[in-house]
Every structure is written in structure tokens, then in C-alpha cells.
């Protein structure tokens, strides 16, 4: 324990990182990220870390295979200099939702992705994640799953919503959803079901829960291109509800999903900053970003000085 | 595809095998399973394998160690012996609901076994299994899952049960029963959440759904000690519901559950013969156990002939 | 070093664990280990372990297909707990004579026992097993063996034996009884040959070596029904014994050996506390058990200090 | 060899893989290669790929990341479909160029690449790269190495270039540059030397060998951003050389080289097709391609069929 | 297993690979294996091998790390150049004898040559050994051992000797005497037991068993220096003994020892040619060398052709 | 880091071995490496190694394969005696020179030697080898690459040789000695160009660079043979060469090599130690060594401190 810990950040989130390492009390590390004018990636660590305790953060989010191979770089960097011990900080985990297959012939794309972090030289990973079964499955070395319900369900219930009753925006999500309302002192659930014809179009096929006059929030992991969400929130208004929130984990937006959302029937979006959401946000925007950096820099400390890291999540 | 394909039956669910084996028109291969007077489970297999294609059915029921190791052990013998490929099947897939810690410092067993599998000499598992993404994904070599679903589909259609409702037992199963109503042609849904305070211990909290007058089915993929289908059933009865079914993949019955079962108001309860089931059943049982000799039959046939078994199941 | 030193005991020989923690003179660290109704093995550690050098006592017998999977599981638990060294204390390595194959298509299960060992987890391997070639090899983590012959055989000399002959009741076991014999000063040799028709099946052939009107100590490795015992007591008694004692390491006693033994022609029988033994001994019992607990507490001392443990058994 | 084969078609160089089909005389075989919205990789193989010969077609060309990424991802899909052999068919190499480390704490990311493709479920990999070592000693897996020294040989002997001097634009390629002259017949040779300050900008420092009134073939590996080919070209027409030609094998042009080389002192540049050209050349551009694919079509062949394919190259 | 079949020699023992690729019919195939100028063996395969079900025979012989590395890298070419399936035919398994420690710290050598051959490609391994536990465990891939003791009992029932008895040089050796005896019909046995105090002076304690008038056959496995022999001659002869023949497997004799037996007071030595023998010997000589080349053409045959190989050890 | 440091010795070069350990200002420790009356070597280790940082030091130079399994071994004992770390210090890595392919079915026995000691045990590998890609992407455990050619410059600039030009004697190598004429300070440069029948015999085909009147310095890598060193000597004296000197890492000498090189046109040969030289050298002789000892010691020094070792070589 008496190694020193340093923190590099890859290309994706350097502001989380930022912040994380100053939750910290310690500079972020120096290192080379860049490309090759073909391209590819070219990374060079620009510290010593012989013997040290490294932690890469890295959110593997759009370009997302530029940012997963980046991280795998600066791994394999890192471990043939010498690192006593490498942590994958991985606040957004890509290809996650592909973790299995939906028909023949497809590939589980996160079992790979865990496999190619092991291979890369990866001692442990350190995700936010769902409370799913997956991704900790997936790997052999020690995996710490940080939750971000905790925070989110803190910053919910300052709102003070009398009267609120959460859900789920399709049938695979019921169990965040339960989990939600129970952080809420045990709040009504509702759930949205739909058809799901391919993986891009959904269509809704019926609502079952009360919301009438009610202030319906949604629980998702992932907001991406909007659909489903706004979908929901229609069903939920059709059903009667007086307002529709939505809180999400991951800000995984699609180009002009910012648009679609501010101008949306949801009357407020609260995500994180998993990963870094575009500046061109009006000033009263929906959209609310809380930072799990102090999380994160809870975590580590706690990994770094042998500590137990569920006691920070029970 | 010129070698011969051999199946050889574990002693945990022999009827199964040689259903099995019967439906492909070839005889059960012989092998001597048996324990030492100490205990140690001690296994010779009594034909030549060398360069065959070796299936192996072995169901992780209880008692789970012991037919798990005997397992590992007859892989061991025939992966020894020379066979070309080894295919574990595995009608019940035991420890597979620890796929994920629900708190700090617990294993994720299911992932343990995977390995065991896989270092015992495994060449592909063919499990059946719910849709869920852990099992397949704690593999890299080829996992080829059996589905139910259609099986007990076409059954629960030919009871032709009008104005019927299907549902989840809890929040997790959600997404199941969502998948069986689109089997019944779109059914309408319920669901019966309730509070998780320990894995044994389950306190209804509220249904949703509108199950007033109709004949409820109770979508599941285990029954065990049968207590949360028996409260389900009690809730969605209470919920003014005409009349309760249950449909499950696997009876992992604890002592007792056949007669808990058949006393209980559920008017009948549909599962597989993944787990043998005990037979002091009476005449006019409850239980209704249809054979899924067939689908493994099938699928063997094809995978040992190279032939598509996603195509069985779409 | 600085590293803490933590014990867990699993289920199969708490009072041996609880012994070697006591002459380390530290505490049993928690860990819940039970199983769930439907026979699966639970484990919860309870204790942080991040960063510590972690020590799993569990003896491998009866029943040893879920004492082994209980270690198995108990050793995942903790490496995904961040356990920064784990090693398997296994008094009794349970499939340790399957180590070989004695006919065409047996596996070798000692060596499959090691695979999953590995694969769970362990860094390091502390057996308590004969001076043969198989276990330790089997491994390419460290084993540390640990011998009680020097134990037992302070224990004989105890008994001032004059004119004492020490003998092996199978070919196999020569080379332990020659060691034997060195331990005691060099005393002469008898060898009882026996054909072995079937594992179970033994028959006497015949005794080579001079026991007449001497006290024959019969030396073997493990008592598991006792009957190669008997049969070789019988044969020495009948060569002109005047009495016959045995000594051997493990008590993997079937049922009704106790008795079986208690009422035979041997005068005393001396084991260790590798395997539980069952308590219905009469006040006067034959069965003598010295307890190996010194010697697995000070082996993991040594280990845990970095310091020779050859050192030991020298 | 009874197996099928079948090649698939990543969506870097389409053309080159429809090309080795046809040469093959057989169809590619359907693949669905896409991204989800957010840019995650999506693949689904549409043709039954159980126990076949599976040859994926994939230049690891600009945008490299993606393209390495999707070819992992289609093996991984590949291989979960119980494809007998999967080759890597590699038409050019990505990050080959890093295949050491030029300064502490860099990685070596074609070993990266290598290793990714290896627990990707890579059988052989078949890249077409220059003749040194790292690349195939980085797999323990075989690689069948493709030249294309021979087919630019044949197509400059064509050119009936009388009095060339063949040479190297920088000291790593004299050894290639050797290579070429003796397939001319044993040319004179000449080498450019130059000082590395960094990576990419290079400083002519004097050129060796005898040039004056004659034809100067530059031979090369790769041409990126043509910088080191022109100044090598300014070298050679400096020291008194009749006219400049250039020859190298991949094409991993960066953006306006293309322009740059039209608009060069150089007379010539031929190129093969293991990278798709941009196709605003204008009509008498001084480009030439030569066509990779009857070469990667009969190795693949051989591979399939057992047949050496050394023989090809010999 | 329309695949052929191709045998290759390496330089230790080209005559038993040429016999034994004469009783299957074969030619030995060709292959360029010397040294460079520095020493390091170079190899060339010099036919092609692709898919093929390859056998490379090789004795670990003395000089033992020379002809062990040739192994390897023979193996390495093989591979490499894509057979479909390597055997390492191993008549004589050098390092075999350290199979365990005998003190603290010291190698396991026999189970890193074990993993040296598993990583350099061997898909199976064909030993001639004694049978004892360790080797065959130390791999996780098939190996099909050998038993000589069949050929040598033959020859030795071939004398016809009346009265025979026979025994071990040492207590490790007692089991195969014992086997032998079986072999003889029963015959009785005797056991030289020594104190070892150095594994190179061996100094005789007492022999145990009755054969005065007798003809005593000593049966070992290994010949090395033929000290040990030697000494056991003598106390049978002391003990009364007609005559003393040995049989030994396998003939690792360090220099000068054909010498040494010649001249001994052994009656004769029957060995097998699994290790070459000096061609100094008298036409008279003492040593009886009989072939296992038919052993190992049908072992190679049988697995070529999958069929049982314990059948022919039966 | 409070773990002690220990260094070893095999038995190929103790003299650098025990110059390293003197200038870290450590014993060397003990060790026993000998060889059984059969050639198998024999190793016990002497010192306790229990969570300790060991360093091995052996030259896999002739007799190479000896060398090679003796470290192998060593490396097994050190492993198994439960070491921390193990570094392999080779300071002249044998089998280097096979790291490609040059023909097909050919080993790539470099990468085979890579394999074997990562599977022996090594934990991180200190070679003195040339700046080529291979060796270090071999490996996926880090490898601390040691540079001669600083060294090397500094006693040839020490020559003051006004004037000088230096050059490479085959294609291959002019990278190596462009970058040794940067160290100079930027001299002229050279290339003897020659065709390669067969590895051993050469056959000058030109050289190409301006030598008349100057000294000219041939830079190489190893020297084994002497022959192409002595034939570029030749090239460069008829090209009018004033005098010629040559300088090489590793003095890889075949026998008789010392005198050739005595007797040549040769005016000086600079090696270093990393193999011994046979000590017959006359007192005038033309062969200077200049030690590596204090480059190792550094090394090792600043790997065991957790310092930075590229710092030693920028």
C-alpha cells in the first residue's frame, strides 16, 4: 500500500477524470494520446509507474471503438512498463447492452469487450453500471460495480414529488424500476410494454399501473436516441399522469437528441456525467447533469487503500 | 461429420437420456457411473470414443455438487480417451440464478461452473435456459440454448383459455412474460412486485395489471420451494381473478413442493422434464410434465450434422 | 507482509481450523456458508479481505463433492473480493488416488481436482498428502506439502515398541513403510503382496519379511473401509506377530469402519485430525488421534512471513 | 476438406473480398455489418456457418479502430455459430508499424492486435505484409504470410526499365530494397538516409549509391502521407537521376495524397489494392493499381484444400 | 481420418522411427533437422504437412536438453505450418524421474518438460513408461502411455526358467515387480531395500524374501549407471541365489556401463531399443535388446485410425 | 519493495554474473546446478526465496540448448519455492536470430523460446539485445530491452578516429549503423551488400558508400562465425579503406573463431562479455571486451526500486 497511486485519463471524458483525480487531492498524470496522421492510435506514458498503482479512466462511449482500442493501448503501455496494478476506470461501458445474443449468429460484443480488457492486461475493472448480471460475470479479475441509483435517487428526492410513481419505459427495466421506488420509501410502479420489432423500432402496446393525476418518473439506464423515452412519456400523459420526468444513468445521446429532448413533453431529463454531454444546451435546459465524480474518487480511494468498496453502496 | 455420434447419460436424469437417445434412433452409450465406498464419484467409460462426437446429458439438479462433479469427471474421462468433441448437455443448468452478487463478497457461481466446465474439457454447452444474458456470455466456446418457451406455449394454447392474462411473479421475469403473451398472440399482462428483504423471505408489496374475471398465467422459469407462485397466486386470486395457472421451464422441487403444490388453489401447474420429477404424484395431479426429449433430439441431430439450430427455434 | 493474515474455515473440519487459528493466536474470520432449499452452495465472506493474504481450510472428504465445490465457490467469493494471495488448506485432498489412470477411458480426477483449483482461484495449494510424485506436480502454483510422518512417528516411538517390525500392506505403500522405518532407527521390513482383482476386491497373496514373535506396525497412508488393514493384520498374525498396530494419515472412514476396527484383531489404531472423526468412540477406543493443527498453523505462519517451510519437515 | 468454405466480407475493402470470390468462383457469403445509432458495431452472420472453413475478409485500413473492432466482433459472432476454422484474411495490417517500442513506456500495439485477434477466436490469420519478423512470430496461431514482391517485380520488369537502380528511402528498407533488385535481375542499389527527429518529421541527411543519368526505383512498404517518398524522390533527382518511379504495396493514403503524388516530381507509383484508392483520380493519373486478389484467392484456396502455400511463393 | 498420416525422426533415435514407420507400411518423412555453426538446432520440414495427423518420434535421450529443445522446435515448425494434429512419440521420457521434490526448492522437471511440450504444440503424447502416477497427469492433453512389461514378460517366460523369482532393486519398484510376477503366473517375489542417502550412492540395507537355490530375475525400469543393478546382484547371490537376470525398459546408460554389465556377475540384461545402445558390444554379449517398434506402429495406427488403444494393453 | 533482492547464477557466464552482483555490492547466491550421471541437469536452490525478488542471470549462448533447460529449471525451482517475482537476465538470448520464417515450414524458434520461458515461470525478461522488433513483442510480460551501443560508441569515439566511416556488413543491419553514426556525431556511412545463397555461405555483392582513404568501422550485432565480418573487411580494403575495425555485441565465437580473427586485415574487433571468451587470446590480441556488468547491475538495480530504466538509455 505503500505504492503510489496515479491517474491517467484516456481521450473520451477528461473532465470526469478531472474531477476525480482533484475529489482525489492528487494531479492527474501526464501522458501522450493522439493519433498517427493514418489514424492510429499513439499513446506514450509520460510518468514512471514501475510498481505503481494505475487507474486508466477511460468511458468507452462514441467513437466508441476509438475509445475501447485507446484504452487498450495506453493498458498495454502501461503494463509493459512495469505497473504493479492496472484498474480499467471504465464510467460508460460500451457494447454493455449486447450481452447476449437476440437471434442466431450474432456475437455477445461485451463478453468480447471484457475479454479483450483481460487480454490487454486489465488486473480489475471499475464500471458504472446496471445492477444486472452480465458485465461482473464476464470477468475473471475483480470487478467493482459502482451504481449511480444512490445518487440519482438522492437528487429525486429533493424534488419532492408527493405523489410519485416511478416505472419502467419497457418490460427489461422492471427491476431497476422496483429498486427505484423502494429508494423512494416504497412509491407505486408502473411499467410501459411494447413490441419490439427490431432492434430500432419499438412500438408501445399497452401501460399497466395507475398514474392518473400522478407525477410519473421514469427510471432508464440509458438514453440514447429518445425514442422509447418519449414514447413512454406519451403513454404515460394519454394514461393521465400530471408531468413525466425521466432519470437516466448514461447520457449516450445520439446527434440532436439534446434537441428532441429539450423540446419533448418531459418536464425535466436527469442524467450523469458519464459521459460528457454537448455544451450548446440552453440556459434553462431540462437536461440536469450530477457528477459521479466524487463516486468514483470514493471508490478508488478505497481500492487503493485496501478498503471494503460495498460498504460505500450498502 | 463422417464420426459417429455417441451419447452417454450422468445419473441424474437417465429417463431423459434415453428419451433423448430414442427420439434420434440410436442406443444410450454405456458407462459405468458410480461412487467409491468413500464417496468419491468414480466413472469408466465402456466404449471406444476416440474421435467421435461425444454428448454427454447430465442435469445440475440436486444433488447439484455431486452430479456437477460427476460431470467435470466424465468430461475428464472422455476429453482423456481421445474424443473429437465433447458437447455437455445440460437440461437443468444448476447454480445459474447466482449469476451476479446481490451484495459485497459473495461469488458468482454461475460463472464459477462455466469455467469448471470449460477447463474439464467442454467443447460446447448445450443448456436450456431463459433468455437472459449471463449463462451464453460466461462461455467462449459455442453455447447452443434450448427454449422452452415454444413448447410450453403450444401447450397453454391448446387449452385455449379465452380472455386470458399472463404475468411475472416478480419484476425480473418481466420481460418472459412479455415474450409468452406474443406467443398467446398478444395477451395482456400482470405483474406482482414484491420486496426481496432476503433470498428466502418474500413479502408481496402490489400487483398491477387488470386481472379482474380472467384466467390468470403465472409465467416462471424455476419452482423451487414454490412459496412466491403460491403468494402470486393468492395475490392475483385476491385481485378478483377467475382462475390461476403456472407455467414453468424447471421443476427443481424441494422436498415437499409436489404435495404444497397439489394442495394449493393454483389449478394446475405446467412444467418440464428437465428435473426428474418425483412420482408419488396422484392420478388427477395438478402437475403436468411435458418431455423436451424431442427439442434436445433435434438439436443434437443438427449440431452433430452441422445444420442450423437457431433455425429450430425462431 | 505487512499484509494481514485472515483464516476461513468452510464447512467439512471446523475443529480443525478452529485449532490452527488458535495456535496462531488470531481469530476465525466470518464467512456464512449454507446452502440454499434447493441444495446450492451460499457463501457470503464477511469480512473485508481486500489486499490480505487469505488462508480457506477445507478438508476434501465425505461429502466430497460438495466440500470440494464449496471450496471452490468460497475461493471465488474471495478472489473477487480483491483477496491479495489465497491459498487452499486442504488437510484431506479428497480424489487424491484417482491419480492415475488403471484402466483405458478413467479420467484422472486428482489432476481434474487441481484444474479447478486453479481455475477457481488458488494461489497456492497446502495439502497434507504422502511423499508422492502426483499432487505437487499436478500444480504449477506452489504446493506446499505438508507430511505428518514425523508427527506419527514421534508417536510410535513413544510407545518404546522394542523390537518392533514396520510393514506396508500393499506393494504401493513400500516406499513410505522403508521411510517409516528409518524414522524408527532402521527397523526391519515386512511387505503383505495382495492381488487386486477389482478396486473393491482384495486378495492376500502373500507376506514377505520376518515378523515372527514381533510387534508389527502396519503403516498406510488412509483408513477407508479398513478391510486391506484387516486382511494384512490377519496375515501378520497368522506369520507369527505377537501384535499388530497401525498407523496411518487420513481417517476416511466409511460407515461402520469405527466399529469394524474396534472389534478387529489390531491392537491400536493411530490417525490424525485431517477428517473429522464421528464421536460414537467407546472411552476405551483403539483409535488414537493426534491432532495436526500445530502443524498447519505454523506452516501458514511461515508462509505468511515469507520464511522456509522445507525448514519444517527437515 | 468435405467442409464447405465460405468467405465474409468486413466493410473496409468490399471490392478486394468480391474480387477473391470471384476468382474463388464462388459467392460471398451474406453478412448484415452495421452501427447502431450510437455508433456501436452490429453484425449478424445470415448464412449457417456450423462446421464450415469461415474466411473473413478485413483490411484494418482507415478508420482503423472501427475496422479493427468490427473484424473482432465478427469472429466473435463467427465463432459463437460453431464455425469449424475461422482465418483472419488481414489484406493490410494496421499498426504494424508498431511493433516495438522506440522510446520507455510505449506499447507495442501490433502485439496488442495480435493477442486481440487471438482470444477473438482467430484459427490462422492470412496478412499480406513486408518480410520481417515480428508479426507472424507475435501468434502462436499459423500465419500464412501473402508477398506482394513478386507481382510488383513482374509488373516493373514490364515496364523494361534498362539501367534502374532500385533503393530504399530510409535505412529499415534496405533489406527490401536487396530483395527487389534481385527479382530485376541484381540492379544496382542506393539507400536514402535520413535523421528521425520524430515520427513524422524526417530530415534527408545523404543519400549513398550511384544514380547519376539513371532510372531510380524507390521501393517502400507503405505509403501514408508520401512525405519520405518525395523527399527521397528530391534526393535522387538531386544526385543526378534520369527519372523517379515508386513502388510500394499498401496504399494507407492519408487525405490529399492523392493530390500530392499527381502533382510530385515523381514519374510513377504503383500500389496494389490491399486499401481501396480513393477514386478521384484523374484519367492519366500517375497511380497504378495491381489487384491483390487472384494471390489471396489462391492461398485461400490451398489453405482450404491443404495444399502448400510456400509453394506459391517460392 | 482421410487425413494421412506422416512420421517424422528426430536425430535421437532414427532407428526405431525407421522400424517402426516399416511395420506401418510408411516411408519416414523428410526433414532437414542440424545445427548452425553456434550450435542452436535449425529445422526445415520438407514435406508438406497441412491437415495432417503428424507423429514425431523422439527419444528424451542424452544428450537429453539437446534432443528435448530439437523436439520442441520440430514441434514449432510442424504446427506452424498448419498440421491438423501433432503426437510426440516419446519412447524414452527423459526428466521423467524428477517427478517430485525431494527437498525444499528444488524443480519439478518432469512436469515442466510436460508443459514445455503442451505450449510448443503437442496435441497428444505417446510415451513408453512405467506405470506410475505422475506423467500422465501432468497433462491436460490425451497422452496414450506405453507398457513395455508385456514384450519383456514374453521374452522372460521364453526361458522357461523353473523356480523363478522375482523382485525389485528398491522399495519404489515394488509395485512393477509385483505386476511382473502376475505376468510369470504368480511367481514369488523378493525386495532389496537400501538407504538412500544421495541420489547417486545408494548403500543396501536388507533384502526381504525367500530365494535361495532360485533364479531371481531383478525388474526395473531404468538402467542407468547399473550401481544399484549391481549391489542388488550381489545381496541375491549372497542371499543364496542359483543366478541373477535383469529386465529393465528402458537402457539410459551413462558410459562405460555396457562395459560394467558385461563384466558383472548378472547372468544377462534384457532391455528395449527405446533408447540406441553403443554397437560395442561382444558377440557374446550379456545384453538382450528386443524392439517396441511394433508396439508403437500399432499404437500410431490405432489412433490413427481411432480405434481402442488400451485394447492392444489389455 | 522491501522485499529483499536476490541474484542467481546458471552456469553459463558466473563471471558477468558475479561482476553484476559485486557492483550492486550483493553476494551472489547460492545454488546447486549440476547434472545426473545421465546428462539431466539438476538444480537445487540453497538460499530460502519466499517472497523474494529474484533475479536469474544465464546466457542461452553454447552449449545453447543446456542453457536454455538449465534456466528453464532454475526458473521451476525458484517458481515453486514461492519467489515474488522472477527476472530472467539473459544477457545473450540464444535463438534470437531464428525470429522469422525465412522458407516455409520453418520454426520460429525465438518465439518458441519466448513461449517456454513465460510457461517455465519468468515474470519479467532483462536481455541485452539490438533495438529489432521482435524479442520484446514476444513476450505479454514486460520486458526491459538493454541497449551495448552506447557503451560500444563511447570506446570507439575514446579511439578519436578522425575521419571515420561506418557501415553495416549485410542489408539488414544499416538501420543499426545509421544509428551508431548518429552516435559518432553524424559520420558517413556505408553498406556491404551481399547475396545469401544458404545461411552459411555469402557472397559479396557490392558495396555502396565512399571508404576510400578513411577508416572505416563495421557495426554488428553478433559475431559468430567471423565470415561475412572478415569478407566485409575485405570489400572495404580493395574499396580503398584505410584500415578497418569491427564492433559487435555479442561474441557468439565458434570455435577457432579467436584465431581467424587474430590473423585477419582486421585492425581491432570491440565485443563485450555477454558470453565468455576463451581465454587463449595472445597478449597483443586485437579482441577487446569491454563488460556489461555495470549496465546489469544498474538495471536490475532500478527494476528493483521501482525506477525508471528507459532513463538509463535516453
Given at each position: 500500500?505503500?505504492?503510489?497511486?496515479?491517474?491517467?485519463?484516456?481521450?473520451?471524458?477528461?473532465?470526469?477524470?478531472?474531477l476525480?483525480?482533484?475529489?482525489?487531492?492528487?494531479?492527474?498524470?501526464?501522458?501522450?494520446?493522439?493519433?498517427?496522421?493514418?489514424?492510429?492510435?499513439?499513446?506514450?506514458?509520460?510518468e514512471?509507474?514501475?510498481?505503481?498503482?494505475?487507474?486508466l479512466?477511460?468511458s468507452?462511449?462514441?467513437?466508441?471503438?476509438?475509445?475501447?482500442?485507446?484504452?487498450?493501448?495506453?493498458?498495454d503501455?502501461?503494463?509493459?512498463?512495469?505497473?504493479?496494478?492496472i484498474?480499467?476506470?471504465?464510467?460508460?461501458?460500451?457494447?454493455?447492452?449486447?450481452?447476449?445474443?437476440?437471434?442466431?449468429r450474432?456475437?455477445?460484443?461485451?463478453?468480447?469487450?471484457?475479454?479483450?480488457?483481460?487480454?490487454?492486461?486489465a488486473?480489475r475493472?471499475?464500471?458504472?453500471?446496471r445492477?444486472?448480471?452480465?458485465?461482473e460475470?464476464?470477468?475473471?479479475?475483480?470487478?467493482?460495480?459502482l451504481?449511480?441509483?444512490?445518487?440519482?435517487g438522492?437528487?429525486?428526492?429533493?424534488?419532492?414529488?408527493?405523489?410519485?410513481?416511478?416505472?419502467?419505459?419497457?418490460?427489461g427495466?422492471?427491476?431497476?424500476?422496483?429498486?427505484?421506488?423502494?429508494?423512494?420509501?416504497?412509491?407505486?410502479?408502473?411499467?410501459?410494454?411494447?413490441?419490439?420489432?427490431?432492434?430500432?423500432?419499438?412500438?408501445?402496446?399497452?401501460?399497466?399501473?395507475?398514474?392518473?393525476?400522478?407525477?410519473?418518473?421514469?427510471?432508464?439506464?440509458?438514453?440514447?436516441?429518445?425514442?422509447?423515452?418519449?414514447?413512454?412519456?406519451?403513454?404515460?400523459?394519454?394514461?393521465?399522469?400530471?408531468?413525466?420526468?425521466?432519470?437516466?444513468?448514461?447520457a449516450d445521446?445520439?446527434?440532436?437528441?439534446?434537441?428532441?429532448?429539450?423540446?419533448?413533453?418531459?418536464?425535466?431529463?436527469?442524467?450523469?456525467?458519464?459521459?460528457?454531454?454537448?455544451?450548446?444546451?440552453?440556459?434553462?435546459?431540462?437536461?440536469?447533469?450530477?457528477?459521479?465524480?466524487?463516486?468514483?474518487?470514493?471508490?478508488?480511494?478505497?481500492?487503493?487503500?485496501?478498503?471494503?468498496?460495498?460498504a460505500?453502496?450498502?
Amino acid at each position: 500500500m505503500a505504492r503510489t497511486l496515479k491517474i491517467f485519463s484516456g481521450s473520451s471524458n477528461p473532465e470526469l477524470a478531472r474531477l476525480t483525480a482533484e475529489h482525489l487531492g492528487i494531479p492527474l498524470s501526464r501522458s501522450y494520446v493522439a493519433s498517427f496522421p493514418n489514424g492510429e492510435t499513439r499513446v506514450r506514458i509520460e510518468e514512471n509507474v514501475r510498481g505503481l498503482d494505475v487507474f486508466l479512466v477511460q468511458s468507452v462511449c462514441a467513437p466508441v471503438d476509438k475509445n475501447l482500442v485507446q484504452l487498450l493501448i495506453m493498458m498495454d503501455a502501461v503494463r509493459r512498463a512495469s505497473a504493479d496494478r492496472i484498474t480499467a476506470v471504465i464510467p460508460y461501458f460500451g457494447y454493455a447492452r449486447q450481452e447476449k445474443k437476440t437471434a442466431g449468429r450474432e456475437p455477445i460484443s461485451a463478453k468480447l469487450v471484457a475479454n479483450l480488457l483481460a487480454v490487454a492486461g486489465a488486473d480489475r475493472i471499475l464500471p458504472m453500471t446496471r445492477p444486472g448480471p452480465a458485465i461482473e460475470g464476464f470477468f475473471d479479475i475483480p470487478v467493482d460495480h459502482l451504481r449511480a441509483a444512490g445518487l440519482l435517487g438522492e437528487r429525486v428526492k429533493d424534488l419532492a414529488l408527493d405523489n410519485a410513481v416511478v416505472g419502467s419505459p419497457d418490460a427489461g427495466g422492471v427491476a431497476r424500476a422496483e429498486d427505484f421506488s423502494r429508494r423512494l420509501g416504497g412509491s407505486d410502479l408502473f411499467v410501459v410494454f411494447k413490441r419490439r420489432d427490431t432492434p430500432d423500432n419499438v412500438t408501445p402496446l399497452h401501460m399497466v399501473g395507475d398514474v392518473k393525476g400522478r407525477v410519473a418518473i421514469i427510471i432508464d439506464d440509458i438514453i440514447s436516441t429518445g425514442k422509447s423515452l418519449i414514447t413512454a412519456a406519451d403513454s404515460l400523459l394519454e394514461g393521465g399522469a400530471k408531468e413525466v420526468h425521466a432519470c437516466a444513468v448514461h447520457a449516450d445521446f445520439t446527434e440532436d437528441v439534446v434537441k428532441v429532448l429539450e423540446s419533448s413533453r418531459l418536464k425535466s431529463i436527469l442524467v450523469t456525467d458519464t459521459i460528457p454531454i454537448p455544451n450548446q444546451r440552453p440556459l434553462d435546459s431540462k437536461i440536469h447533469v450530477c457528477s459521479t465524480a466524487r463516486i468514483f474518487a470514493e471508490t478508488i480511494d478505497r481500492i487503493h487503500r485496501h478498503e471494503s468498496v460495498s460498504a460505500l453502496f450498502s
